[in-house]
Structures are given as structure tokens and as C-alpha cells.
């Protein structure tokens, strides 16, 4: 027996019940029997310009060339585009994603975290103004069908066998990351080939490299032509800590400055204690109000915005600094630093800022991304 859905063959993850064998490996997904056949949802034809595209900056003369392969390869294998944080990744799939869309074939952007998959449908759709684009997430589900269609990983179950193309953005995070019955929903939902986005890549993209079953192509430069802001680090007791913070705050009083915490409990008490002195407000995936929290941040209604790992990834605001607070914490590991300090100096207009990575001790990971920085910059 095999699971179509999540490819799961160990038997001792099938179950008989009235109607036959169902897997339990990916029963929390909804319930299917092993002889079922997979056609979850119905999906409409492309329309004719929906093809159509305008980018608000032309690609520069490197990521045209990282475009073109791009769409040269993923006719007949996988690719892999690595490129650092701020390149304009989404940018370069824009061809490939128009070439599939004009031949009327279904193209799926996935993501693992919803506020990312908000985020990229209203940039796809400011790009192909004549498609519809739908995000179908947590919250959003009420519509799945349209031209172009941006998910959450999670929701790939619905799309079994429908996408001519799937586009995985930065398939190193969590919950992805080392879920095995994720990716094979993923891969199933897929009937064409993939393209996976990222700036870190991991062990099992690694090793799809060395067998040479993908292509890999690498691109080092942000389009505005400036260097990745290299961290600096404060290492200090809690209380050194919080001066550390304090200071950087106050140094840059004058621009945003979103603030990452690894725990959902020290994000509510650095707030408590920072609200008395700023314009401040916190955000995490638990929060019922994240979304009105975030798009105040944006509106540069908010000065101070603390935040979990809820937006390491993927999120675009303009003119930020950023500090780590805890950087040696557990919970985040290398690739996490990399893209929370990848957060500043990613617009045209402001391409510089600062990052502070603020510690309890020195820590590897924290070590391993200002050389991470510093070689992608020579």
C-alpha cells in the first residue's frame, strides 16, 4: 500500500476502518482511504492576458541571466535558485511563471508561513495586474481557484496532481523544514517540476546538488547594487542586555526598528516594560490581531514593532533596522540570523541601516552568519 497524497508505505500507519484503508500519517490533512482517488478541487482555465506583467524595476543585467536559465531548466528538472536576502528571488521567477501562464498551465507559489503568503499575493498581483491571484491560507480559504495561486505549504493538500509549476519560497523554514509528510504533499500536489527559492539552503538541497537530480543556480548581488548589512554583536548579562537595546533604540530614534524575540512570553514582557518610553507594539503568530498589528508597522503608524519569528522570512518593509534580542537563543538557528538580519537595507531608496544581534554569551550560529555576510559581500 502507498499513500498518493503523502507517499507513506510503512504499514503500520494504515488503518482499516468501514470503508476500507486510510493513511494516519497524514489523516490530520482530512481523511482519505487508500483506494481514493485524489481530484480535491476543480480548477478553472487560465484567462488569455493573464500572462500580462509590468515589474516596477527592470531586472538588472544578472538577474535577467539567473531568469533566463531559470526558464531554460525547469522545462525538464527541478531548480534551485540561492540567492541571498533582498535579491529580488520573486523578481527572477516572473518570466518563467508568465511562460506558464500564457500556455495555460497552473502555477502554485508556496510558502510556508501565512504572513508571507499575504504578503507575496499582493506583489504577484501587482505584477500581473490582469490575472487573479488568490492566497488561500489560514483565514483565506473560502476561494482556492484562480490564475495564480499563492498557499501556504499546509494547504497543498487541496491540489492534488494540479500544478503544471510549483514555485517553494525558502524551503529551509519551519513547519517545512524537516517535515517529511509536508514535503511529499507538496511534491504531489505538483505534476510538473519545482523551483525552490531560498537564501539558506539546507541538507536535503544539499544533497539533491551532489546527485545533480536539480540545478542550481546561485545569485549574490541585491539589484540596488549595495552590500548586505553586516551585523554587529553585544554580549552582555540580561541586564547589560536591556541597556544594550535601550541604547540602539534610542540611537535610531529617528527610523523603524523591529525587534526580534525568540519566545512568545519574553515578546510580551519586553513590551510591557518598553511601552512606558516608546511607541511600541508586538507581534507573534498566537496574537488574533497580527495582521492589523503588522500592516500598522507598515503604515509607519507604529515605531517599534517586537516580533517572533513570525516575520524572518519574506516580509518586505521599507526603511527598517533590526535587532536580535537573545540572539543565542535556541530557537534560532543560522538560517533564522540570516534572514532577520536580511530584513534591512533592502529597498532601492534605502539601502543601508543597521542590524544589532544582542547575546547572553558568544554563540556559533550568531558567529557563523557575520562571516556568512561578510564573504557574500567580497
Known amino acids: 500500500m502507498i499513500c498518493k497524497r503523502c507517499l507513506n508505505e510503512d504499514v503500520k500507519y494504515f488503518g482499516l476502518g468501514s ?35 509590468l515589474l516596477q524595476y527592470p531586472l538588472t543585467i544578472l538577474q535577467k541571466e539567473i531568469s533566463e536559465k531559470c526558464l531554460m531548466n525547469i522545462q525538464n528538472k527541478d531548480v534551485l535558485i540561492e540567492a541571498i536576502c533582498g535579491s529580488g528571488k520573486t523578481e527572477i521567477v516572473i518570466e518563467t511563471i508568465a511562460h506558464y ?30 490575472a487573479k491571484v488568490i492566497a488561500v491560507c489560514q483565514g483565506s480559504t473560502n476561494e482556492t481557484d484562480g490564475d495564480l495561486i499563492v498557499c501556504t505549504t499546509h494547504q497543498c493538500y487541496r491540489y492534488y496532481q494540479a500544478f503544471d509549476l510549483l514555485i517553494l519560497d525558502e524551503p529551509d523554514a519551519f513547519p517545512y523544514k524537516g517535515n517529511d509528510v509536508l514535503k ?126 513570525i516575520l524572518e522570512r519574506g516580509i518586505t518593509i521599507d526603511n527598517i533596522n533590526v535587532c536580535v534580542f537573545y540572539g543565542d537563543h535556541s530557537v534560532f538557528d543560522l538560517a533564522s540570523l540570516i534572514q532577520m538580519s536580511g530584513r534591512v537595507g533592502r529597498s532601492f531608496y534605502h539601502p543601508f541601516g543597521n542590524c544589532l544581534f544582542i547575546t547572553n554569551s558568544k554563540n556559533e550560529n550568531v558567529d557563523s552568519c557575520v562571516r556568512v555576510c561578510l564573504n557574500a559581500n567580497k
Open 184 to 309: 511529499n504533499i507538496v511534491r504531489t500536489s505538483c505534476k510538473g517540476n519545482i523551483i525552490y527559492l531560498t537564501a539558506t539552503i539546507d541538507e536535503y538541497l544539499k544533497g539533491r546538488i551532489k546527485e545533480d537530480s536539480i540545478v542550481h543556480l546561485t545569485f549574490n548581488k541585491r539589484p540596488h547594487g549595495h552590500d548586505l548589512i553586516v551585523p554587529t554583536v553585544k554580549v552582555g548579562n540580561i541586564f547589560v542586555m536591556m541597556i544594550y537595546l535601550i541604547e540602539w533604540l534610542n540611537y535610531n530614534s529617528y527610523n523603524q526598528c523591529l525587534v526580534f524575540v525568540p519566545t512568545i512570553k519574553i515578546a510580551e514582557n519586553l513590551y510591557k516594560f518598553l511601552k512606558v518610553f516608546y511607541d511600541v507594539d508586538y507581534c507573534h503568530s498566537k496574537l488574533k490581531n497580527s495582521d492589523e498589528v503588522i500592516d500598522n508597522f507598515r503604515n509607519k503608524k507604529t515605531k517599534i514593532l517586537i516580533s517572533t519569528t
Open 101 to 130: 501562464l500564457k500556455n495555460n498551465k497552473k502555477v502554485c507559489f508556496a510558502i510556508s508561513r501565512r504572513q508571507v503568503v499575504l504578503e507575496v499575493a499582493k506583489r504577484l498581483q501587482t505584477i500581473f495586474k490582469k
Open 19 to 53: 470503508s476500507g484503508y486510510y493513511c494516519r500519517k497524514c489523516i490530520s490533512f482530512k481523511r482519505i482511504l487508500v483506494e481514493e482517488e485524489l481530484n480535491n478541487v476543480s480548477l478553472s482555465e487560465i484567462k488569455y492576458d493573464a500572462n500580462e506583467y
